[in-house]
């Protein structure tokens, strides 16, 4: 008896995503060329692309890309390839199936040239993810992401640097936290308030020292009320 062709594809597709999660390149790129229409498919809402970049693989999800026909605008934004966002189809503040925009995840992943390309576009600075586990802005995902030049186009676009995402956490409170002194840098230099306190009661340099980040804990203290 043979298995159906819905069952074979949902095979496949596990094994892609089997793959790409333990960073298989060889078993990925040999799955896609196989069958380069499972590039395609998702998993709890993902792309291949983009399962590749959380994991941390941003070179498979570079080559998993290269063999697309058409990239959707949040894998383009994603890869920071801003060359290409203005010529992908879709539309600038959709949220993906996982809950993200293009510009949270050019702000998380990609680069302030994708940033800015979308900015242009139209997109949203302060547009809350919609994913059940992580409600952030973009602002909050380039902090997240330890991407300053990102955060740099934000600010400069008019983004709210003291925004808050859930439990009352600013881009201030992750930089620190992360020992992040060039977003932190920036982030002061924008105007972000240092004395703010998460839900927690927490301020940027009680995160910071928190994590071992001794001196720059000291210099979000400094002058602090």
Do not use: C, W
Not at 13 to 29: N, Q, R, S
Not at 43 to 50: D, E, K, N
Not at 111 to 140: C, Q, R, W, Y
């Amino acid at each position: 008896m043979h298995a159906s062709r819905q069952n074979l594809s949902d095979e496949r597709i596990d094994a892609l995503f089997a793959a790409v999660k333990t960073g298989d390149e060889t078993a990925t790129l040999s799955i896609v060329d196989s069958d380069p229409a499972l590039i395609d498919s998702y998993s709890a809402g993902v792309s291949p692309i983009r399962a590749a970049i959380y994991a941390g693989n941003r070179d498979l999800a570079q080559k998993i890309a290269d063999r697309s026909a058409m990239l959707t605008l949040h894998d383009a934004a994603a890869l920071g390839r801003a060359n290409q966002i203005k010529h992908v189809e879709g539309e600038v503040n959709a949220f993906s199936e996982d809950g993200f925009t293009p510009l949270t995840l050019a702000a998380a992943f990609g680069n302030s040239e994708t940033v800015a390309a979308l900015i242009l576009m139209g997109a949203d600075l302060h547009l809350f993810s919609t994913n059940p586990n992580i409600k952030v802005a973009p602002i909050h995902a380039a902090a997240f992401g330890m991407n300053t030049g990102a955060i740099e186009t934000l600010v400069a676009s008019g983004a709210d640097v003291d925004l808050r995402s859930e439990g009352g956490f600013t881009a201030l409170h992750s930089a620190s936290q992360n020992g992040d002194t060039a977003s932190v840098s920036v982030l002061l230099g924008s105007g972000a308030d240092k004395g703010l306190r998460s839900e927690e009661g927490k301020t940027a340099a009680d995160y910071a020292r928190e994590q071992g980040h001794d001196e720059l804990a000291a210099m979000l203290e400094i002058g602090a009320p």
